[in-house]
């Protein structure tokens, strides 16, 4: 089990609500990749898609370690509800906060960050959700 880990989590859909996906990146401390996790989710919000993602994250996360995660998202609403700045106000995404909230005991401390969707780690997050979006719409 590795002391800390590091993971960028992304989710989307097209049309919002339209066909949803998410993309997850676990690394160690020396950025070397764990996990390259993409998804087809079905239709969902984009903010759906967001708490999929960060859900599959932390269930991810538990195969590495139970210390230290470090996530980062570029959906500051998620960012920001997680970390308990902003209320979740809407029914449809107050089960995987508490999804979200349950998984985080599962580990000594989570630490949740905003980053852009042009940061090199983030954007290979985005990248692996519009990879399922893509494969999804060859069927």
Do not use: C, W
Not at 81 to 107: D, S
């Amino acid at each position: 089990m590795l002391n800390k880990i590091y993971i960028n989590a992304d989710g989307g859909s097209r049309g919002n609500p339209g066909p949803g996906a998410i993309g997850v990146t676990i690394r160690d401390s020396k950025n070397n990749y764990l996990v390259f996790h993409k998804e087809f989710i079905g239709k969902a919000t984009n903010n759906a898609a967001e708490y999929r993602a960060l859900v599959k994250s932390l269930e991810l996360a538990s195969k590495f370690t139970n210390k230290e995660v470090n996530l980062f998202m570029d959906s500051e609403l998620i960012i920001r509800q997680m970390k308990g700045e902003y209320k979740v106000t809407a029914g449809n995404l107050v089960l995987f906060f508490m999804k979200a909230k349950k998984l985080e005991k599962n580990f000594e401390k989570v630490n949740y960050k905003h980053v852009r969707r042009e940061d090199k780690f983030q954007s290979k997050a985005d990248a692996l959700v519009n990879e399922a979006l893509d494969a999804r719409e060859l069927k």
